[in-house]
């Protein structure tokens, strides 16, 4: 996907706003930075440690997916900023796009430490999802979550997203830990839903 996405959520009650658009090499050097907290391993399962040039391989890595619809296709990496200016505070990426089923895996992550816990995540959820039945015409899109990673659950399930299974010890730890990981799903039959019904 090569055209340049600027995508733009507002949360009305409390003044919070993203700006999503497509990231810039300069910036994803800048999410690597981020990305070089311990805590996000826990909370990712993965290693978020690279070097500065392995701009690459990140993508890589947050482009990968787990479900069984999803397929290999060009993911859409999309920058999470406060102000177009700024650097990006994370990362929203849609992937494993399958063109057959109209369905694709999503994955948000707030990686700069001071902006966590503040909404920006969710946020961003909702515009890609909104991007994702609207411009996209996908029908599902699914998120895989670590099991303890309540925080990122409950996120997705104030978007509308609902737990489909618990895939027990699917996911292996940089550690060698076998984890287990939530299957989480949301329709676009059930997003119209909640949308007439302006829940968020």
């Not at 990140?58 to 619809?69: G, H």
């Not at 990362?91 to 816990?117: F, M, P, Q, S, W």
């Not at 027990?168 to 287990?180: C, F, K, Q, T, Y």
Request: contains cysteine.
């Amino acid at each position: 996907m090569d055209e340049a996405i600027f995508l733009e959520q507002t949360h009305k009650a409390t003044g919070l706003s993203i700006v999503l658009t497509s990231i810039e090499e300069k910036h994803i050097q800048h999410l690597i930075l981020l990305a070089r907290d311990r805590d996000l391993i826990d909370l990712m399962g993965w290693d978020t440690f690279f070097e500065l040039e392995d701009t690459e391989k990140f993508i890589q890595n947050i482009s990968t997916f787990v479900l069984p619809y999803s397929r290999d296709s060009q993911p859409l990496v999309l920058g999470i900023y406060l102000e177009q200016t700024s650097p990006p505070i994370g990362y929203a990426v849609l992937k494993g796009i399958n063109r057959d089923l109209l369905t694709a895996e999503v994955g948000i992550a707030i990686l700069d430490r001071k902006h966590r816990n503040r909404g920006y995540g969710r946020l961003a959820l909702q515009r890609m999802t909104i991007y994702a039945f609207s411009e996209l015409s996908l029908q599902t899109i699914g998120s895989t979550i670590l099991l303890s990673n309540r925080v990122s659950i409950n996120m997705c399930k104030r978007v509308g997203f609902s737990v489909r299974e618990i895939m027990a010890e699917s996911w292996s730890m940089p550690n060698g830990e076998i984890v287990d990981m939530v299957w989480m799903e949301l329709t676009k039959e059930a997003w119209l839903k909640r949308e007439k019904k302006k829940i968020y």
